[in-house]
């Protein structure tokens, strides 16, 4: 059964850089697209970021070139790496395989959550 455990959470000022990494094990990594979504206290969860099977990319509006997600298939991980955080980008942020075999933000196509990791940007 595969496995998603992120990690590299914490509490980062505003402004500031934080590196998120998904790490999969027990499944066929290479065979999906890979997402980030995020939770919000008191909000629903919402699409963050994809990295396609062949490293094509793609962000949720919010984004605005300040994301940059990648995958290294040699590690089984996906990486999200956050510049000019901002207090509302605070939240649980998880990741997910796509089962669609596409690339997009549509949560109901991804499997495989894992626990999430606590990430909190302070003004």
């Known amino acids: 059964q595969v496995q998603l455990v992120e990690s590299g959470g914490g509490l980062v000022q505003a402004g500031g850089s934080l590196r998120l990494s998904c790490a999969v094990s027990?499944?066929?990594?290479?065979?999906?697209?890979m997402g980030w979504f995020r939770q919000a206290p008191g909000k629903e969860r919402e699409f963050v970021a994809a990295?396609?099977?062949?490293?094509?990319?793609y962000y949720g509006d919010f984004v605005k070139g300040r994301f940059r997600i990648s995958r290294d298939d040699a590690k089984n991980t996906a990486t999200l790496q956050m510049s000019g955080l901002k207090p509302e980008d605070t939240g649980v942020y998880y990741c997910?395989?796509?089962?669609?075999?596409?690339?997009?933000?549509?949560?109901?196509?991804?499997?495989?959550w894992g626990q999430g990791t606590q990430n909190t940007f302070s003004s």
């Open positions: 997910a395989e796509d089962r669609s075999k596409g690339l997009g933000g549509v949560e109901a196509y991804y499997d495989g």
């Open positions: 990295v396609s099977r062949s490293n094509m990319t």
């Open positions: 027990g499944g066929t990594f290479s065979s999906y697209a």
